[in-house]
């Protein structure tokens, strides 16, 4: 079985001149929370700080093939970001993170996952600027929540990321486009659904996966950002995701005139959503989602989608509770439209306590734990 797992610098100290440490995010099979791994090129040693969304439990096989990598890379060629495939013929179960995307207005009542049940070479290969590949084809299938009764299950979407369209054969977002064209009820520009069609049904069940309007689209990257403009039209959600930072298409100054101008060109390129970083524990990113920055992206009429909410606090602080909870009527909470998280039921339980969760989404809470022990991935211990 082909995966990969992508590597990110985001630290490198020199000592007389060479490197002597560095550190680095990676992410398995572009899905998930990222991991952080810390080098010490003078002992040649390296330390797992935090295990990525999807690496395996027991063996951290994409936190070890990436270790791996960069050890073997001389000191002249420390890449700054790549993306390193391996084969893996190990059953071990992957770490599994909690649901993400959970919206405050587009509410799941429960939980679902989507499971690989097949992974095949087709004997085709793919070539752009990272090199030549296999071309591997994944089949999936949702698990049905089985908290739920038959003909009560929630069927939800699914949100496709763009990476840096380097990674990519050329016209890669039109071979999405016509897949998604070819599979059943999965492009809504070729086949539109009846806006009167419910997003609850069942008291509360969720409805989406149920129409043609089940696919968000996102990227960080603003070449990504453009050529799916080209080939979508904005006919299908996107949401444009910021990070501060210093690469080339991140957002270098969070000041109003910078901040403003990544939102400019979210409008300019189609995308319906900005996805701004949040500050606090445990990830710190950097904050992009303070109220003067909410308030900008709703003026644009845009929808604002931060990430990541992992603790109670951030939700506490980006609805307004505390910290950012003075109103003065132009900068009111709550500071999203809708959230990416980690802790679904951590956010959700927050969402329903304090009435951010309307009806007719469910306002009751399943334990996560249950549902995950259900589905195979805990013991009854």
């Known amino acids: 079985m082909i995966h990969t797992v992508t590597l990110k610098q985001t630290e490198c100290r020199k000592r007389n001149k060479k490197i002597a440490a560095a550190v680095y995010l990676y992410q398995a099979d572009n899905d998930g929370e990222w991991g952080n791994l810390r080098f010490d090129f003078e002992s040649g040693t390296a330390e797992i700080v935090k295990l990525a969304d999807w690496d395996t439990v027991k063996s951290n096989i994409f936190a070890k093939t990436a270790i791996r990598f960069v ?5 002249a060629r420390l ?11 190990i059953s071990e179960k992957p770490a599994l993170p909690t649901s993400t995307a959970k919206a405050t207005k587009i509410n799941p009542a429960h939980t679902i996952s989507l499971r690989q049940t097949e992974c095949r070479k087709t004997g085709e290969t793919i ?3 990272s090199g030549t590949a296999d071309i591997v ?4 299938g949702y698990e ?3 908290v739920w009764e038959a003909g009560n299950k929630n069927i939800p979407g699914i949100y496709i990321e763009f990476k840096e369209p380097w990674l990519n054969p050329k016209g890669f977002e039109q071979i999405v486009y ?3 064209a070819n599979t059943q009820d999965m492009n809504i520009i070729e086949k539109p659904e009846p806006e009167d069609t419910p997003f609850y049904i069942n008291n509360g069940t969720i409805n989406v996966g149920n129409t043609n309007g089940k696919v968000i689209l996102q990227t960080f990257s603003l070449e990504s950002l453009v050529r799916v403009a080209e080939v979508f039209q904005g006919k299908v959600p996107m949401c444009f995701l910021l990070w501060k930072g210093t690469g080339a298409t991140d957002l270098t100054y969070d000041d109003p005139l910078g901040y403003a101008s990544f939102i400019n060109l979210g409008v300019k390129y189609k995308a319906h959503f900005i996805g701004p970083c949040i500050a606090g524990a445990p990830n710190d990113y950097p904050e992009l989602d303070q109220p003067w920055q909410d308030y900008l ?3 644009a009429k845009m929808k604002n989608h931060p990430y990541t909410f992992d603790t109670y606090d951030q939700m506490a602080k980006y609805f307004g509770q ?3 909870g003075v109103a003065d009527g132009m900068f009111n909470p709550p500071y999203l439209d809708a959230l990416f998280t980690n802790h679904s039921d951590m956010s959700i339980n927050y969402m329903i306590t304090h009435g951010w969760r309307k009806s007719p989404a469910s306002q009751t809470l399943v334990d996560a734990r249950e549902v995950l022990r259900k589905l195979g991935y805990l013991d009854n211990n």
């Not at 050890?71 to 000191?75: A, R, Y």
């Not at 890449?79 to 013929?89: A, D, H, I, Q, Y």
């Not at 084809?137 to 999936?140: A, L, M, N, Q, V």
Request: proline share 9%; charged share 25%; aromatic share 14%.
């Open 297 to 299: 992206i709703h003026r």
């Open 79 to 89: 890449l700054k970001s790549v993306v390193v495939p391996f084969e893996m013929g």
């Open 322 to 324: 505390y910290n950012f």
């Open 137 to 140: 084809k994944y089949d999936f």
């Open 178 to 180: 016509d897949v998604l």
């Open 71 to 75: 050890q073997g890379l001389p000191e």
């Open 144 to 146: 049905i929540d089985p």
């Open 127 to 129: 070539t752009s600027l």
